[in-house]
């Protein structure tokens, strides 16, 4: 894997500095740390900085994922400089779904040093075994249903919409420190110039008339949000590493889909009346703010508002998509996907939209992957799950 690492006479400046770890405590520190970031990729043209005031939600004891875990965050300094930062959590969804003993690290971020590796890997794991974890694994920031995974493969293109980015060099100081791949998670990219073959034309064509795709209706907002959760804890509830979104959880999200989600944008469908899969593509708001520098204010909410209106983003993601687990390995079930995607093709075209992420996806996920390729997209990003045992 290729590292952009710093060049010797830099690494050895570090030598005669201080190296300390501190817990985040306090609004200075909480600042530091959400902050970091913007000194670790300031030339680096892919990096979008994100929302400051949105980071500082996530971290709040407001996340409704606080409900059901613990948290820890420490920030490595070297002499007064922040040089790096991580995360420890432990989900009890997690351990009563698994009871594996398996706590998690996030939010990394640090400098091209082995020992600012080493030292905030060795806090975290430190934190996680006096808690009685056996095994660690990362990163989640902060949850299976929020951002995860490390980046990779994918450098050169921008990350999207609720998904990462990261230098080349952190792989490999995960490695350095001892972690080995536990799982890869998949970005694919697909053209809205794609257009349906005639073989998945054929497949929906099948079960028409049990099928009803319709758009979000917005005017019965969370009647809507029920239903998508619904499916979305059914139709996940089998996949690696699962964890439901509670109510409260999806309460939350549900926030920010509705101000982002477009009614011919989001597809419910239901078989036989009964509701049965689902996707939600949002624009890609990292377009729109990419050079607010992470401020919302003294204008950028109105930046936001006149660009997404007047100037739709380019590109979209698809961040949510579910069929019923009864659904899956089946011929309705490939309908299922292929028309709730196929459904908001022209609304994307119409929007002038080029390209659509789909993300994640399980590298062992076959059947999503096989239905996916099949519309013509390839993977274009890859972000790495590790872990390592603590005993």
């Given at each position: 894997?290729?590292?952009?690492?710093?060049?010797?006479?830099?690494?050895?400046?570090?030598?005669?500095?201080?190296?300390?770890?501190?817990?985040?405590?306090?609004?200075?520190?909480?600042?530091?740390?959400?902050?970091?970031?913007?000194?670790?990729?300031?030339?680096?043209?892919?990096?979008?900085?994100?929302?400051?005031?949105?980071?500082?939600?996530?971290?709040?004891?407001?996340?409704?994922?606080?409900?059901?875990?613990?948290?820890?965050?420490?920030?490595?300094y070297?002499?007064?400089?922040?040089?790096?930062?991580?995360s420890?959590?432990?989900?009890?969804?997690?351990?009563d779904?698994?009871?594996?003993?398996?706590?998690?690290?996030?939010?990394?971020?640090?400098?091209?040093?082995?020992?600012?590796?080493?030292?905030?890997?060795?806090?975290?794991?430190?934190?996680?075994?006096?808690?009685?974890?056996?095994?660690i694994?990362?990163?989640?920031?902060?949850?299976?249903?929020?951002?995860?995974?490390?980046?990779?493969?994918g450098?050169?293109?921008p990350?999207?919409?609720?998904?990462?980015?990261?230098?080349?060099?952190?792989?490999?100081r995960?490695?350095?420190?001892?972690?080995?791949?536990?799982?890869?998670?998949?970005?694919?990219?697909?053209?809205?110039?794609?257009?349906?073959?005639?073989a998945?034309?054929?497949?929906?064509?099948?079960?028409?008339?049990?099928?009803?795709?319709?758009?979000?209706?917005?005017?019965?907002?969370?009647?809507?949000?029920?239903?998508?959760?619904?499916?979305?804890?059914?139709?996940?509830?089998?996949?690696w590493?699962f964890?439901?979104?509670?109510n409260?959880?999806?309460?939350?999200?549900?926030?920010?889909?509705k101000?982002?989600?477009?009614?011919?944008?989001?597809?419910?469908?239901e078989?036989?009346?009964?509701?049965?899969?689902?996707?939600?593509?949002?624009?890609?708001?990292?377009?729109?703010?990419?050079?607010?520098?992470?401020r919302?204010?003294?204008?950028?909410?109105?930046?936001?508002?006149?660009?997404?209106?007047?100037?739709?983003?380019?590109?979209?993601?698809?961040?949510?998509?579910?069929?019923?687990?009864?659904?899956?390995?089946?011929?309705?079930g490939?309908a299922?996907a292929?028309?709730?995607?196929?459904?908001?093709?022209?609304?994307?075209?119409?929007?002038?939209l080029?390209?659509?992420?789909?993300?994640?996806?399980?590298?062992?996920?076959?059947?999503?992957?096989?239905?996916?390729?099949?519309?013509?997209?390839?993977?274009?990003?890859?972000?790495?799950?590790y872990?390592?045992?603590?005993?």
């Amino acid at each position: 894997m290729n590292s952009d690492a710093q060049p010797p006479d830099r690494q050895s400046d570090h030598i005669n500095k201080k190296l300390r770890v501190v817990k985040v405590e306090g609004r200075p520190a909480l600042n530091d740390f959400i902050r970091l970031p913007w000194s670790l990729y300031s030339d680096d043209p892919m990096w979008v900085p994100p929302l400051l005031l949105e980071r500082r939600m996530h971290l709040s004891p407001k996340n409704p994922y606080f409900e059901h875990a613990i948290f820890c965050s420490w920030l490595a300094y070297r002499d007064d400089k922040a040089v790096g930062r991580i995360s420890a959590q432990i989900d009890r969804l997690h351990i009563d779904r698994y009871q594996d003993a398996t706590g998690f690290f996030g939010m990394i971020e640090a400098e091209d040093d082995i020992q600012t590796f080493r030292i905030l890997l060795d806090t975290a794991e430190n934190w996680l075994r006096k808690q009685g974890m056996r095994r660690i694994c990362g990163p989640f920031n902060l949850s299976i249903n929020q951002e995860l995974g490390l980046l990779v493969d994918g450098f050169d293109t921008p990350p999207s919409l609720m998904m990462g980015h990261a230098r080349p060099y952190y792989a490999d100081r995960m490695q350095d420190n001892g972690y080995q791949k536990e799982k890869d998670l998949l970005a694919y990219i697909i053209s809205t110039d794609s257009e349906l073959s005639k073989a998945v034309k054929t497949i929906t064509a099948k079960v028409k008339n049990r099928v009803l795709i319709r758009g979000l209706r917005k005017s019965q907002f969370v009647g809507e949000l029920q239903i998508i959760r619904d499916i979305f804890n059914d139709a996940w509830s089998k996949n690696w590493n699962f964890v439901p979104f509670t109510n409260a959880e999806f309460e939350h999200l549900g926030k920010d889909l509705k101000m982002l989600a477009d009614e011919e944008l989001v597809k419910i469908a239901e078989v036989d009346g009964e509701p049965a899969a689902f996707m939600v593509l949002l624009p890609n708001i990292n377009e729109v703010i990419r050079d607010l520098n992470g401020r919302l204010f003294p204008f950028g909410w109105l930046k936001i508002l006149w660009r997404l209106k007047l100037k739709y983003p380019k590109s979209a993601r698809i961040p949510l998509m579910g069929v019923r687990c009864r659904y899956h390995d089946s011929l309705m079930g490939a309908a299922l996907a292929f028309g709730v995607i196929g459904e908001a093709h022209r609304p994307a075209l119409k929007r002038g939209l080029k390209e659509v992420e789909l993300s994640w996806i399980l590298e062992d996920n076959m059947g999503m992957r096989g239905i996916i390729e099949f519309l013509g997209g390839r993977v274009y990003k890859t972000y790495r799950i590790y872990s390592k045992q603590l005993i």
